[in-house]
């Protein structure tokens, strides 16, 4: 029985010592270097080479080294049988829930209003804002949704969340369901999108939902590139529909070099890091369920294959 880590662009020393630290008797190997396909049971990855998963005739479980599971699911070489388990640790719900506020801080100071003013020397007041002057729309109120969404409820911020459940949250209002779609986006200063990548979710940022929020509003967008359709920004952005874009994630990464966002000072760029799997908290969640997996037992974080998260 062993464990076996495919992340082709990740350096694997700081993961081997949290490997080690956590239960140094451990069975584990690090793709390539494996010899006997047949001793794994579990595999944890991350961007993983293709027509590799059906390789492993005892696999019963795959984790993804982080909170998306897109990757893994896109993936036709999985066997039905074989679970699927996502990596979630409080420093990265943390890193999330800070990404948020700093993008909604720069909102309110107007810091990219003022970077682009800085290029032209020009010395132009612009109002503040505080949290209460906002309303602000989280979409997706699972594991870092819901935690992004308390956290601002208790800044002060007027908070929505959408789902597709419907949930209570102390100090957000909830709309769950298309049905309640367009009450949540009504007049938002700024949308947040932590949905999972489904084929219900994917392009979910377009233009009809841009036009549904107030004309100054920003989007922040920390979920997948695939949720976003990249054309609606560029127009929306030019239409005067929204005053500027966070982006963590892209249809495409790295985000190409020729690509036209590199040229809009309205959309702030950030490469994948709004929140990154700290190997220290990580190498806990995968051992405890790696040991579930052998066990038999129900996986912490699982996947619905049928839901797609
Ligand atoms: P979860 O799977 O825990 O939560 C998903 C939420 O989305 C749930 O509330 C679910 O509703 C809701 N949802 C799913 N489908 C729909 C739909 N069709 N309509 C309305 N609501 C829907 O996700 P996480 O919180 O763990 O992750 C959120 C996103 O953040 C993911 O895309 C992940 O990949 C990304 N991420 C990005 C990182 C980065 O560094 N940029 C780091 C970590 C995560 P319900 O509760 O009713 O099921």
């Known amino acids: 029985m062993a464990l076996l880590f495919i992340a082709p662009d990740r350096n694997p020393d700081p993961w081997k010592e949290a490997f080690d630290k956590v239960d140094s008797n451990l069975d584990l190997f690090f793709w390539p270097a494996i010899d006997q396909h047949k001793k794994i049971n579990f595999i944890v990855c991350w961007n993983h080479p293709a027509r590799l998963l059906d390789r492993f005739p005892n696999l019963q479980a795959v984790a993804s080294l982080g909170a998306g599971v897109d990757h893994i699911l896109a993936d036709e070489c999985l066997p039905d049988h074989v679970q699927i388990c996502r990596t979630l640790t409080p420093r990265l719900i943390q890193e999330m829930v800070d990404y948020v506020r700093t993008s909604l801080l720069m909102h309110q100071r107007n810091i990219t209003f003022y970077l682009q003013q800085k290029r032209q020397a020009r010395w132009k007041h612009r109002k ?89 509003a920003i989007l922040i967008n920390i979920a997948r590139g695939s949720h976003l359709v990249e054309e609606d920004l560029v127009y929306a952005l030019d239409k005067g529909l929204l005053e500027w874009a966070m982006l963590d994630v892209f249809q495409k990464e790295p985000l190409p070099d020729h690509h036209s966002f590199w040229n809009r000072p309205e959309i702030v760029i950030t490469p994948h890091i709004a929140g990154i799997t700290p190997p220290e908290e990580a190498a806990e969640v995968i051992i405890e369920n790696y040991k579930r997996a052998i066990s038999g037992m129900d996986l912490k974080y699982t996947v619905q294959r049928d839901k797609g998260y």
């Open 128 to 216: 503040n804002r505080i949290a209460s002057d906002l309303e602000v729309g989280v979409m997706g109120l699972g594991t870092i949704g819901r935690k992004v969404a308390l956290e601002l409820g208790n800044e002060g911020y007027n908070v929505r969340g959408w789902s597709r459940s419907s949930k209570q949250i102390k100090k957000v209002s909830t709309f769950a369901g298309n049905k309640e779609k367009a009450s949540f986006l009504e007049g938002l200063d700024a949308l947040i999108c932590l949905l999972p990548l489904t084929s219900e979710t994917r392009g979910i940022l377009d233009l009809e939902v841009f036009k549904q929020l107030k004309n100054d």
